[in-house]
């Protein structure tokens, strides 16, 4: 089946500091992914949607100045966070979708951002 | 008011035991996925389904599309079963998924 990779798994910095999440379709090519975040025990919540080539999509209330998504390729997009604050901590999980019309979504481990 | 709704929110259950998990969406959508997360553990997706129903394993989804419903059953539940299961669908005409807010399921031995 279609694997998702993301790297890094788990990530501590200080405040201010920038950090940079990989999101990977390793056997397919994404044309769309997706930025979740999700706190504990809280359900997952879209920050942003990727097209390869193209700006991303924010949802309302993510600051993309902070949170900047850059989709280079089909295989690969990226999620930067900016002058982490401890608020960013957060559990950072990405999906992918390998063509516009179709409904199946490929989720990454997700990454675990502390922010110290 | 969230639009996926699912219940029980917690659910406990002897190993062994049949469990049930159900979900309901508020309007017509294109597919619906039933996903799993184990604690402190990445999203699985188990089903996509937009009708019908679909076994895997243990597994069984199943969606009734013109009551807007859809359940999630595990048979002779086990521990390793222990997670929150979400559901989760794309509306028609959008292009992201709603989720619900989750079933807590621990299975004891």
């Known amino acids: 089946g279609a694997v998702v990779s993301q790297h890094p798994s788990w990530v501590i910095c200080k405040s201010g500091t920038s950090v940079k999440i990989e999101c990977r379709s390793l056997?397919?090519?994404?044309?769309?992914m997706f930025w979740y975040r999700q706190f504990p025990k809280q359900s997952l919540m879209l920050m942003a949607t990727?097209?390869?080539?193209?700006?991303?999509?924010?949802e309302q209330g993510v600051e993309k100045d902070k949170f900047l998504i850059n989709h280079a390729s089909l295989t690969l997009s990226t999620l930067t966070v900016t002058s982490a604050h401890p608020e960013d901590s957060s559990f950072y999980i990405c999906?992918?979708?390998?063509?516009?019309?179709?409904?199946?979504?490929?989720f990454g481990p997700g990454t675990r951002l502390t922010v110290t | 008011k969230n639009e996926v709704e699912q219940s029980p929110q917690n659910l406990t259950a002897q190993e062994g035991e049949f469990i049930t998990i159900n979900c309901s969406y508020s309007?017509?959508?294109?597919?619906l996925h039933w996903l799993q997360q184990h604690p402190g553990g990445g999203i699985v997706s188990l089903f996509m389904?937009?009708?019908g129903k679909k076994k895997h394993g243990r597994l069984i989804a199943t969606i009734n599309i013109q009551e807007k419903h859809s359940s999630l059953h595990i048979t002779a539940s086990h521990p390793r079963d222990s997670a929150v299961y979400i559901c989760?669908?794309?509306?028609?005409?959008?292009?992201?998924?709603?989720f619900g807010t989750g079933t807590r399921l621990q299975v004891f031995p």
């Open positions: 309007v017509g959508i294109s597919a």
């Open positions: 056997d397919f090519q994404a044309t769309t």
């Open positions: 989760a669908v794309y509306y028609y005409n959008t292009d992201k998924l709603i």
């Open positions: 389904l937009s009708s």
């Open positions: 999906s992918a979708r390998d063509f516009p019309s179709d409904y199946e979504q490929y």
């Open positions: 990727s097209n390869e080539g193209s700006k991303a999509t924010y």
